[in-house]
């Protein structure tokens, strides 16, 4: 992995200043609908044997398809511990399925005009050319370009899209899909159950260790929609992957849905990274569901960072279901008025000598709320478990809002386990000092919250914690004066 | 060309603090205030450079000929203006160098960089006047640092930074002898016929090492003596008793 040296000590590494980048607003701009196939308004059985038809999906998936769907119905919306303002989710005014009938192209060459404009526009051909070893650019619901280097293709790593996967490894993909993440876990996992379009399948073939990073990207161009991609990634035992993650949509006048699932194996001695720079407009209700399986000696780590839209519900987890097996979560969330990103992590120790890892960063600004909500289980029964939490938020605002409510439940006495929470405040003396210093006072805030994430920021790979940079900088042009 | 200060008035809610002052520091020349506690020594500083905790009620800063007081604590540092603090900012997770570079840039038109690697050298060839440690690059501003790092890491900021004006509010409080000589060293340094220095001090002691050209005694809130570089020495062994006694004696 290319790990990210002190970022903000540019003369070793390439990484330009994040102010020397400014743009206007990342991913707000859209361009004319020309989908072919449109699934309509609303969700209900027609809806299901519509995207099944389109995909040409085995029975066993419409099958699938179907029973979640009853699931998804039946569910209740978990209005008891989470926002009211998942209440304000019409499932009547999305369109669940569009996508222009094009497979995944292999060049930008082929890709259609509108598509590739949007993409070079957010730099995915560049950073494919610079550092990826493979990328998959989802636009709505379908894959329009997926590409992986040759070099990661003749070791044997698949990488294609969730269609592609079920169809070309059946026994793979089968053996796997909705074994993480049950179609039942939650109600938003049945949603996107019943519903799944894109979303990467990945397969990294025994003691294989993919230098470079896969990255997909996940974008929305259309009104009164939402993207259900459903990810799957592999890694046999010894194998070493990170998948980047990416997402962006315009800001339109309605509502839009994203609502993913995303399961990773870690097979024996594997280690799988898990990158996400995600940057909704303020108007995407994002409601994600992400677990990984850990066997003996192996690894799963997300790094999450949530920037944007309007309410994000998110809490990658790991069950370490083998011995040694260690589970990391490091997230940053930035909250700006309008926005709640309520994130945390689940560690569920199912072997000993287990080991997770929670590291969690929030910032409001304005009147955005950061929520914290963490779970980590370890059962009376295991032996030589540790858990390591800590929760930091960072207020700008006298209006910002944090809540942190962390459960950690540890029965028997042979682990060991801490928790450490803190609330700070970028405090006036602080902008006076560095005001006093020539920065302006939307410069000075940027330094002070790049700063209190800069611990984290290492984690990140350095071409994604430039990207992120640029992107808290441009949140906290807005937020002062 | 100077830093003059005209009748100025400042307050906080309910406390006229600065009541009348004038002062006006030439480049070249270095100005030391010294004054009891309370006096407005800090308050000055504070000011001059647009703290928001204060309100001006009258009087005119003219750095240059330009009224800085409707300007913003940020455009005043770029004007020129540049204050050593009594009590330095920690911000934690920046380094050093990233923040030295991001000031720096703040003076640049909008879109041009500092060029790193000139930019380097010299912070260097300045780190080493005030031996220090190249290690502070990468640490956080102030953070961890030792009372004495911290005004070294003061001086080292204004020896990047090359303002017009600088003041150093109290730099000797806290520095043993030997620091407080490397401190002055690097002040000292900096000494040109293009830039003016108003020292704000309690003791003498620090006028040993920068020696001032004109020193103010700072009463009330207003300057009410002011002369030679003797006079620190006169108020190091007589205290302020005698100055108040001839303010009196004026006014009676």
């Given at each position: 992995m290319v790990s990210a040296p002190d970022?903000?000590?540019p003369v070793e590494t390439e990484a330009p200043d994040i102010s020397d980048i400014r743009v206007d607003s990342v991913g707000d701009f859209t361009f004319p609908e020309r989908n072919k196939f449109d699934s309509g308004f609303g969700i209900t059985e027609k809806t299901i044997d519509y995207i099944a038809d389109v995909k040409g999906d085995p029975d066993w998936i419409r099958e699938f398809r179907h029973k979640a769907l009853k699931v998804f119905q039946e569910k209740p919306m978990p209005t008891h511990w989470a926002?009211?303002?998942?209440?304000?989710?019409?499932?009547?005014?999305?369109?669940y399925y569009l996508s222009d009938g094009q497979k995944p192209k292999r060049?930008?060459?082929?890709?259609p005009e509108d598509v590739k404009k949007t993409f070079d526009r957010l730099g995915i051909p560049e950073q494919e050319r610079k550092f990826l070893a493979g990328v998959e650019a989802q636009y709505d619901s379908e894959a329009a370009y997926s590409n992986i280097k040759a070099a990661v293709e003749e070791q044997g790593v698949i990488f294609v899209n969730s269609t592609e996967g079920l169809h070309k490894y059946p026994e793979i993909f089968k053996k796997w899909f909705g074994k993480v993440i049950p179609t039942g876990d939650n109600k938003f996992s049945a949603l996107n159950s019943a519903v799944f379009s894109g979303g990467s399948f990945i397969y990294v073939p025994p003691g294989?260790?993919?230098?470079h990073p896969l990255q997909a990207y996940f974008r929305i161009n259309s009104e009164q929609f939402g993207q259900f991609e459903r990810t799957l990634i592999i890694a046999d035992e010894g194998a070493e992957v990170m998948y980047m993650e990416g997402c962006t949509a315009p800001k339109f006048e309605t509502a839009t849905l994203h609502s993913a699932v995303v399961e990773l194996v870690a097979m024996k001695g594997a280690k799988i990274q898990y990158v996400t720079v995600q940057n909704w407009s303020s108007n995407v209700f994002n409601l994600v569901t992400k677990r990984g399986i850990a066997h003996e000696d192996a690894e799963v780590r997300w790094i999450d960072c949530n920037i944007g839209s309007r309410l994000t519900m998110k809490y990658p987890g790991v069950i370490m279901k083998g011995r040694r097996a260690r589970g990391e979560v490091i997230s940053i969330a930035l909250a700006n008025s309008g926005q709640h990103q309520d994130t945390g992590a689940k560690m569920v120790h199912a072997a000993d000598e287990t080991t997770s890892n929670v590291i969690s960063k929030s910032i409001s600004i304005g009147e955005g709320r950061a929520t914290y909500r963490g779970l980590v289980h370890i059962p009376k029964h295991l032996k030589g478990c540790k858990n390591n939490t800590e929760c930091d938020a960072l207020l700008i605002n006298p209006n910002s809002r944090t809540d942190t409510y962390p459960a950690i439940s540890v029965r028997g006495n042979q682990h060991a386990t801490q928790h450490e929470a803190s609330v700070s405040q970028v405090s006036a003396d602080q902008i006076f000092y560095l005001m006093q210093r020539g920065l302006t006072e939307a410069e000075a805030m940027s330094l002070s919250v790049n700063g209190f994430i800069n611990d984290l920021v290492k984690e990140f790979p350095m071409e994604y914690s430039v990207e992120l940079k640029r992107l808290i900088d441009l949140e906290m042009e807005g937020s002062v004066g | 060309m100077s830093l003059e200060i005209k009748d100025l008035h400042a307050q906080i809610p309910g406390r006229e603090i600065l009541k009348g002052l004038n002062l006006t520091i030439n480049p070249g020349e270095v100005h030391a205030i010294m004054g009891p506690n309370g006096s407005g020594k800090s308050t000055l500083s504070k000011v001059l450079c647009g703290h928001e905790d204060y309100e001006v009620t009258s009087g005119e800063v003219l750095l240059d000929g330009q009224n800085i007081l409707d300007m913003a604590v940020d455009e005043r540092s770029r004007a020129g203006l540049f204050l050593a603090f009594q009590y330095p900012h920690e911000i934690p997770g920046v380094s050093n160098a990233n923040f030295l570079r991001a000031a720096l840039k703040a003076r640049l038109p909008k879109g041009e960089d500092i060029d790193a690697v000139k930019f380097y050298k010299q912070l260097y060839a300045r780190m080493d006047q005030l031996e220090m440690d190249r290690s502070f690059t990468s640490r956080?501003?102030?953070?961890?640092?030792s009372g004495g790092e911290k005004k070294r890491n003061e001086i080292l900021q204004l020896m990047m930074l090359e303002p017009k004006y600088a003041i150093l509010d109290e730099t000797d409080s806290g520095l043993d002898i030997d620091a407080l000589k490397i401190v002055s060293r690097g002040v000292n340094a900096m000494r040109s016929e293009n830039r003016g220095f108003l020292v704000i001090t309690h003791y003498q002691r620090l006028l040993n090492y920068i020696q001032p050209d004109i020193v103010h005694v700072l009463m009330d809130g207003q300057i009410v003596h002011t002369g030679g570089k003797d006079l620190a020495l006169k108020l190091e062994e007589k205290g302020y008793d005698w100055v108040k006694e001839e303010m009196l004696a004026a006014a009676a």
């Open positions: 970022i903000l000590e926002t009211k303002d998942l209440e304000n989710i019409k499932f009547d005014e999305f369109r060049s930008w060459d082929e890709v294989v260790k993919v230098k | 956080s501003v102030n953070e961890g640092f």
